[in-house]
């Protein structure tokens, strides 16, 4: 009877519990831009562009989208690589965070009935439309400068891509210039359905020298390539780095005290490979956000004991 008691009472006195792992929380800010962002593109509108400029046009609001949306202070203004006839003139006004069907405007500006010269001079074209004092509407002195070239050709202008990003820099020497380049692809160019380009050389060292986006111009998913340009462009974070690993299914994301949803397309994921929580479209933390991720860290799996010797 003693033995059958004590194997009861041992019975009782055992219970499992649960360790509960300690709540963690990392807080990020989206970065803003200071004084805003003059975003110039330079549009080559010669003849062999039109595939290229329907394109551009049919796509636009996925560029557009995500500008408008940013809360940057933009400035947006278009040029043509046509230094013959327009000489670096704005195609129409000047879009900013007040402006009204900007997906219009923005189209309007890129489509031409007329074709432009063939002798593309995008470099020369870019320094007269980011000058504050030819282009005073649209070039601030003191905001960041952000050009998007957009050719099938390469750059004929009279100077290298040297001079150009010095001649670039000195319009505002206190901001950011980063030089973007949806071209043909290196080392002989680019084909596609629905496009043909020769490489953009001279465009690409720019685009390179200063940390810019590269986009093919023959790609056939203008929106997806569109919607990369505009994150670059107006400087917003896709990818923030946790503090500690997390044990993933735990994770909950807040921006500005919204719940984000953790999803493929406009939500977010997490990334184990550099331990990162990243963003896709729409959920992209605007300008000035803050991002808190709360998460319990992961410990690993048990450790199995080693087996008694005999």
Same mark, same amino acid.
């Given at each position: 009877?003693?033995?059958? @008691?004590?194997? +009861?009472?041992?019975?009782?006195?055992? %219970?499992?519990?649960?360790?509960?792992?300690?709540?963690?929380?990392?807080? @990020?800010?989206?970065?803003? $831009?200071?004084?805003?962002?003059?975003?110039?593109?330079?549009?080559?509108?010669?003849?062999? +562009?039109?595939?290229?400029?329907?394109?551009? +046009?049919?796509?636009?609001?996925?560029?557009?989208?995500?500008?408008?949306?940013?809360?940057?202070?933009?400035?947006?203004?278009?040029? %043509?690589?046509?230094?013959?006839?327009?000489?670096?003139?704005?195609?129409?006004?000047?879009?900013?965070?007040?402006?009204?069907?900007?997906?219009?405007?923005?189209?309007?500006?890129?489509? %031409?009935?007329?074709?432009?010269?063939?002798?593309?001079?995008? @470099?020369?074209?870019?320094?007269?439309? &980011?000058?504050?004092?030819?282009?005073?509407?649209?070039?601030?002195?003191?905001?960041?400068?952000?050009?998007?070239i957009f050719s099938d050709e390469d750059d004929h202008s009279s100077i290298d891509p040297v001079t150009f990003l010095a001649a670039l820099q000195a319009l505002r020497p206190s901001a950011q210039v980063?030089?973007?380049?949806? !071209?043909?692809?290196?080392?002989?160019?680019?084909? %596609?359905?629905?496009?043909?380009?020769?490489?953009?050389?001279?465009?690409? &060292?720019?685009?390179?020298?200063?940390?810019?986006?590269?986009?093919?111009?023959?790609?056939?998913?203008?929106?997806?390539?569109?919607?990369?340009?505009?994150?670059?462009?107006?400087?917003?974070?896709?990818?923030?780095?946790?503090?500690?690993?997390?044990?993933?299914?735990?994770?909950?994301?807040?921006?500005?005290?919204?719940?984000?949803?953790? $999803?493929?397309?406009?939500?977010?994921?997490?990334?184990?490979?550099?331990?990162?929580? !990243? @963003?896709?479209?729409?959920?992209?933390?605007?300008?000035?956000?803050?991002?808190?991720?709360?998460?319990?860290?992961?410990?690993?799996?048990?450790?199995?004991?080693?087996?008694?010797?005999?």
């Amino acid at each position: 009877m003693k033995r059958i @008691f004590l194997a +009861m009472a041992f019975g009782v006195a055992c %219970s499992d519990y649960e360790i509960i792992g300690k709540t963690e929380s990392d807080t @990020f800010f989206q970065a803003t $831009r200071g004084e805003g962002v003059d975003i110039l593109w330079v549009v080559d509108d010669s003849a062999t +562009m039109y595939e290229e400029h329907d394109l551009l +046009m049919d796509s636009a609001g996925a560029f557009i989208g995500f500008v408008a949306n940013s809360a940057v202070d933009f400035h947006l203004g278009v040029v %043509s690589t046509d230094m013959d006839d327009r000489a670096g003139a704005l195609l129409g006004p000047v879009l900013d965070m007040d402006s009204t069907d900007m997906v219009d405007g923005f189209v309007a500006q890129i489509g %031409s009935d007329v074709a432009g010269s063939r002798d593309e001079r995008g @470099f020369d074209a870019a320094l007269v439309g &980011a000058d504050p004092t030819f282009n005073p509407d649209f070039a601030r002195a003191g905001a960041d400068l952000e050009v998007v070239i957009f050719s099938d050709e390469d750059d004929h202008s009279s100077i290298d891509p040297v001079t150009f990003l010095a001649a670039l820099q000195a319009l505002r020497p206190s901001a950011q210039v980063k030089v973007h380049a949806v !071209v043909g692809d290196p080392p002989a160019g680019c084909v %596609s359905a629905l496009a043909a380009a020769d490489v953009g050389a001279a465009y690409l &060292a720019a685009q390179d020298a200063t940390m810019g986006r590269r986009e093919s111009i023959c790609t056939l998913d203008y929106g997806a390539m569109l919607a990369r340009v505009a994150l670059d462009v107006i400087g917003l974070e896709t990818s923030f780095v946790l503090n500690r690993v997390p044990s993933p299914t735990t994770i909950e994301l807040s921006v500005d005290g919204v719940f984000v949803a953790r $999803r493929a397309e406009d939500g977010w994921r997490y990334n184990p490979g550099d331990n990162s929580i !990243v @963003f896709d479209g729409f959920a992209v933390p605007k300008a000035g956000a803050t991002i808190l991720a709360e998460y319990t860290e992961w410990r690993g799996p048990l450790e199995e004991l080693p087996e008694d010797e005999d």
